[in-house]
Protein backbone atom coordinates (compact mmCIF):
# COMPACT_ATOMS: atom_id res chain seq x y z
CA UNK A 1 0.00 0.00 0.00
CA UNK A 2 1.52 3.45 -0.78
CA UNK A 3 2.07 5.93 2.06
CA UNK A 4 -0.57 8.71 2.35
CA UNK A 5 2.10 11.53 2.35
CA UNK A 6 5.80 10.91 1.04
CA UNK A 7 8.39 13.41 0.36
CA UNK A 8 11.72 12.74 -1.50
CA UNK A 9 14.66 14.93 -1.50
CA UNK A 10 12.57 17.69 -1.03
CA UNK A 11 14.62 21.02 -1.68
CA UNK A 12 13.36 24.81 -0.89
CA UNK A 13 15.11 28.03 -0.92
CA UNK A 14 14.57 31.37 -0.63
CA UNK A 15 16.76 33.45 -2.95
CA UNK A 16 20.39 32.25 -1.56
CA UNK A 17 19.26 30.81 1.68
CA UNK A 18 18.68 26.79 1.96
CA UNK A 19 15.67 25.87 4.06
CA UNK A 20 15.41 22.56 3.03
CA UNK A 21 18.01 20.52 1.21
CA UNK A 22 17.19 16.82 0.31
CA UNK A 23 14.73 16.18 3.11
CA UNK A 24 12.79 12.73 2.95
CA UNK A 25 9.97 11.26 5.12
CA UNK A 26 6.92 9.22 4.54
CA UNK A 27 3.59 9.18 6.35
CA UNK A 28 1.61 5.96 6.32
CA UNK A 29 -2.10 5.89 7.96
CA UNK A 30 -2.60 4.94 11.34
CA UNK A 31 1.46 6.61 12.40
CA UNK A 32 2.36 9.62 14.02
CA UNK A 33 5.91 10.57 12.09
CA UNK A 34 7.28 12.97 14.44
CA UNK A 35 9.31 15.96 13.10
CA UNK A 36 11.93 17.68 15.96
CA UNK A 37 14.55 20.03 15.53
CA UNK A 38 15.50 23.74 17.01
CA UNK A 39 14.28 26.95 15.89
CA UNK A 40 15.78 27.36 12.16
CA UNK A 41 15.97 23.16 11.96
CA UNK A 42 13.51 23.95 8.79
CA UNK A 43 10.13 22.50 10.60
CA UNK A 44 8.08 25.37 9.38
CA UNK A 45 8.98 25.49 6.12
CA UNK A 46 8.67 21.90 5.69
CA UNK A 47 5.29 22.41 6.89
CA UNK A 48 4.73 25.38 4.36
CA UNK A 49 5.45 22.87 1.66
CA UNK A 50 2.83 20.15 3.08
CA UNK A 51 0.15 22.53 3.74
CA UNK A 52 0.49 23.92 -0.18
CA UNK A 53 1.85 27.47 1.33
CA UNK A 54 4.87 26.92 -0.56
CA UNK A 55 6.05 24.44 -3.65
CA UNK A 56 9.06 22.79 -3.00
CA UNK A 57 12.25 23.77 -5.87
CA UNK A 58 13.60 20.39 -6.03
CA UNK A 59 12.29 16.52 -5.53
CA UNK A 60 9.26 14.80 -5.56
CA UNK A 61 5.93 15.25 -2.95
CA UNK A 62 3.62 12.19 -3.36
CA UNK A 63 0.16 11.82 -2.00
CA UNK A 64 -1.24 8.11 -2.92
CA UNK A 65 2.28 7.26 -4.85
CA UNK A 66 1.19 10.15 -6.96
CA UNK A 67 3.25 13.50 -7.65
CA UNK A 68 1.55 16.54 -6.35
CA UNK A 69 2.34 20.55 -6.79
CA UNK A 70 -0.12 22.39 -4.74
CA UNK A 71 -0.85 26.14 -5.56
CA UNK A 72 -2.69 26.39 -1.94
CA UNK A 73 -3.41 25.15 0.92
CA UNK A 74 -7.33 24.53 -0.50
CA UNK A 75 -5.59 22.14 -2.91
CA UNK A 76 -3.72 20.22 -0.28
CA UNK A 77 -7.12 19.87 1.86
CA UNK A 78 -9.09 18.89 -1.14
CA UNK A 79 -6.69 15.59 -0.72
CA UNK A 80 -7.31 15.54 2.77
CA UNK A 81 -3.99 16.85 4.13
CA UNK A 82 -4.88 19.49 6.71
CA UNK A 83 -2.66 21.39 8.90
CA UNK A 84 -3.16 22.92 12.44
CA UNK A 85 -1.20 25.97 12.69
CA UNK A 86 0.06 27.84 15.96
CA UNK A 87 -2.10 30.18 15.83
CA UNK A 88 -5.13 27.21 15.42
CA UNK A 89 -7.26 29.85 12.99
CA UNK A 90 -9.76 30.22 15.62
CA UNK A 91 -11.87 32.91 16.64
CA UNK A 92 -11.59 33.75 20.12
CA UNK A 93 -14.97 35.58 20.40
CA UNK A 94 -16.68 33.09 19.08
CA UNK A 95 -18.58 30.36 20.19
CA UNK A 96 -17.04 27.10 20.18
CA UNK A 97 -19.10 25.56 17.56
CA UNK A 98 -19.19 28.52 15.20
CA UNK A 99 -15.22 28.21 15.39
CA UNK A 100 -15.77 24.20 14.91
CA UNK A 101 -17.47 24.89 11.19
CA UNK A 102 -16.41 28.46 10.55
CA UNK A 103 -17.23 29.08 6.96
CA UNK A 104 -19.08 25.58 6.53
CA UNK A 105 -21.79 26.13 9.01
CA UNK A 106 -25.44 23.70 8.45
CA UNK A 107 -28.23 25.71 7.51
CA UNK A 108 -31.52 24.77 7.12
CA UNK A 109 -32.94 26.34 4.36
CA UNK A 110 -31.35 30.47 4.18
CA UNK A 111 -31.13 30.12 7.93
CA UNK A 112 -28.25 28.90 10.19
CA UNK A 113 -29.19 25.80 12.00
CA UNK A 114 -27.74 26.07 15.19
CA UNK A 115 -28.86 23.20 16.96
CA UNK A 116 -27.68 20.82 13.89
CA UNK A 117 -24.21 22.70 14.62
CA UNK A 118 -24.16 22.45 17.80
CA UNK A 119 -25.15 18.76 18.10
CA UNK A 120 -22.15 17.72 15.34
CA UNK A 121 -19.55 19.88 17.27
CA UNK A 122 -20.26 18.26 20.77
CA UNK A 123 -20.41 15.04 19.18
CA UNK A 124 -17.80 15.33 17.15
CA UNK A 125 -15.26 16.63 20.42
CA UNK A 126 -17.06 13.98 22.66
CA UNK A 127 -15.53 11.19 20.13
CA UNK A 128 -11.97 12.43 20.49
CA UNK A 129 -12.72 12.80 24.58
CA UNK A 130 -12.70 16.64 24.97
CA UNK A 131 -16.49 17.18 27.00
CA UNK A 132 -17.06 20.89 27.40
CA UNK A 133 -19.66 22.71 29.80
CA UNK A 134 -21.29 24.29 26.90
CA UNK A 135 -20.34 24.88 22.96
CA UNK A 136 -22.11 28.16 22.89
CA UNK A 137 -19.32 29.90 25.00
CA UNK A 138 -16.18 31.87 23.18
CA UNK A 139 -13.42 29.44 22.47
CA UNK A 140 -11.46 32.37 24.27
CA UNK A 141 -12.77 31.07 27.68
CA UNK A 142 -10.94 27.57 26.77
CA UNK A 143 -7.71 26.63 27.69
CA UNK A 144 -5.05 26.24 25.58
CA UNK A 145 -5.39 22.48 25.27
CA UNK A 146 -8.59 22.33 24.77
CA UNK A 147 -7.87 24.84 22.01
CA UNK A 148 -6.03 22.51 20.09
CA UNK A 149 -8.48 20.00 20.50
CA UNK A 150 -11.15 21.84 18.95
CA UNK A 151 -9.44 22.58 16.14
CA UNK A 152 -8.38 18.56 15.82
CA UNK A 153 -11.47 17.54 16.05
CA UNK A 154 -11.89 19.98 13.59
CA UNK A 155 -10.10 18.85 10.94
CA UNK A 156 -10.86 14.82 11.66
CA UNK A 157 -14.72 15.37 10.88
CA UNK A 158 -14.15 17.10 7.76
CA UNK A 159 -12.40 14.45 6.56
CA UNK A 160 -8.50 14.97 7.16
CA UNK A 161 -6.69 11.59 5.59
CA UNK A 162 -3.16 13.37 7.04
CA UNK A 163 -3.17 15.88 9.74
CA UNK A 164 -0.09 18.02 10.30
CA UNK A 165 -0.05 19.74 14.05
CA UNK A 166 2.68 22.67 13.96
CA UNK A 167 4.12 22.71 17.62
CA UNK A 168 0.70 21.71 19.26
CA UNK A 169 2.26 21.57 23.18
CA UNK A 170 4.20 24.59 22.64
CA UNK A 171 3.52 27.29 25.76
CA UNK A 172 1.14 24.41 27.50
CA UNK A 173 1.34 23.19 30.89
CA UNK A 174 2.34 19.31 31.68
CA UNK A 175 -1.34 18.68 32.05
CA UNK A 176 -2.65 20.54 29.04
CA UNK A 177 0.39 18.66 26.96
CA UNK A 178 -1.33 15.57 28.36
CA UNK A 179 -4.51 16.53 26.85
CA UNK A 180 -3.73 17.27 23.42
CA UNK A 181 -0.97 14.19 23.25
CA UNK A 182 -3.93 11.59 24.13
CA UNK A 183 -5.82 13.56 21.38
CA UNK A 184 -3.06 12.88 18.41
CA UNK A 185 -2.83 9.33 20.02
CA UNK A 186 -6.79 9.03 19.33
CA UNK A 187 -6.66 10.80 15.41
CA UNK A 188 -3.75 7.81 14.56
CA UNK A 189 -5.76 5.12 16.22
CA UNK A 190 -8.77 6.32 13.99
CA UNK A 191 -6.42 5.97 11.10
CA UNK A 192 -5.47 9.12 10.23
CA UNK A 193 -1.36 9.76 9.08
CA UNK A 194 0.00 12.49 11.67
CA UNK A 195 2.74 14.73 11.14
CA UNK A 196 3.37 16.20 14.38
CA UNK A 197 6.05 19.00 14.61
CA UNK A 198 7.80 19.75 17.85
CA UNK A 199 10.96 20.88 19.26
CA UNK A 200 10.34 18.33 22.44
CA UNK A 201 11.42 14.73 21.94
CA UNK A 202 9.90 14.16 25.44
CA UNK A 203 6.46 14.85 23.79
CA UNK A 204 7.12 13.23 20.37
CA UNK A 205 8.55 9.91 22.10
CA UNK A 206 4.89 8.69 24.02
CA UNK A 207 3.23 9.11 20.99
CA UNK A 208 5.41 9.03 17.72
CA UNK A 209 6.00 5.98 15.40
CA UNK A 210 9.29 7.48 13.07
CA UNK A 211 11.45 10.11 14.06
CA UNK A 212 12.79 12.92 11.47
CA UNK A 213 15.40 15.32 12.54
CA UNK A 214 16.24 18.45 11.24
CA UNK A 215 19.20 20.64 11.60
CA UNK A 216 19.59 23.87 9.35
CA UNK A 217 17.20 22.10 6.91
CA UNK A 218 18.71 18.61 6.45
CA UNK A 219 17.75 15.30 7.88
CA UNK A 220 20.17 14.59 10.59
CA UNK A 221 18.37 11.35 11.95
CA UNK A 222 15.57 9.55 10.59
CA UNK A 223 14.34 6.21 12.99
CA UNK A 224 11.42 3.91 13.95
CA UNK A 225 10.69 4.17 17.73
CA UNK A 226 12.42 0.95 18.19
CA UNK A 227 15.72 1.78 17.28
CA UNK A 228 15.99 5.14 19.61
CA UNK A 229 15.24 6.31 22.85
CA UNK A 230 14.44 10.07 24.21
CA UNK A 231 18.01 10.49 25.77
CA UNK A 232 19.70 9.97 22.04
CA UNK A 233 16.71 12.08 19.99
CA UNK A 234 17.58 15.02 22.66
CA UNK A 235 21.05 14.27 22.17
CA UNK A 236 20.85 14.26 18.42
CA UNK A 237 18.17 17.15 17.92
CA UNK A 238 20.87 19.33 20.34
CA UNK A 239 24.35 18.24 18.62
CA UNK A 240 26.01 15.53 20.88
CA UNK A 241 29.54 16.91 20.09
CA UNK A 242 28.33 20.27 21.73
CA UNK A 243 26.91 19.40 24.13
CA UNK A 244 30.15 16.81 25.66
CA UNK A 245 32.03 20.08 24.88
CA UNK A 246 29.72 22.15 26.48
CA UNK A 247 29.68 19.79 29.97
CA UNK A 248 33.35 19.53 29.92
CA UNK A 249 33.63 23.35 29.82
CA UNK A 250 31.53 23.52 32.82
CA UNK A 251 33.03 21.00 34.72
CA UNK A 252 36.53 23.05 34.60
CA UNK A 253 34.94 26.20 35.58
CA UNK A 254 33.71 24.51 38.62
CA UNK A 255 36.46 23.19 39.51
Not at 38 to 64: E, F, M, P, Q
Amino acid sequence: MNPLLEVRGIGKSYGSVVALHDVSAVVRAGEVTCVLGDNGAGKSTLIKVLAGVHRHDTGRYLVDGRPVRFSSPREALALGIATVHQDLALVPLMSVWRNFFLGAEPTRGPFLDRRRGREVARAALADLGVVLRDVEQPVGTLSGGERQCVAIARAVHFGARVLVLDEPTAALGVRQAGVVLRNVARARDRGLGVVLITHNPHHAYPVGDRFLLLNRGRVIGDHAKSEVTPARLTREMAGGAELEALAHELRGVAE
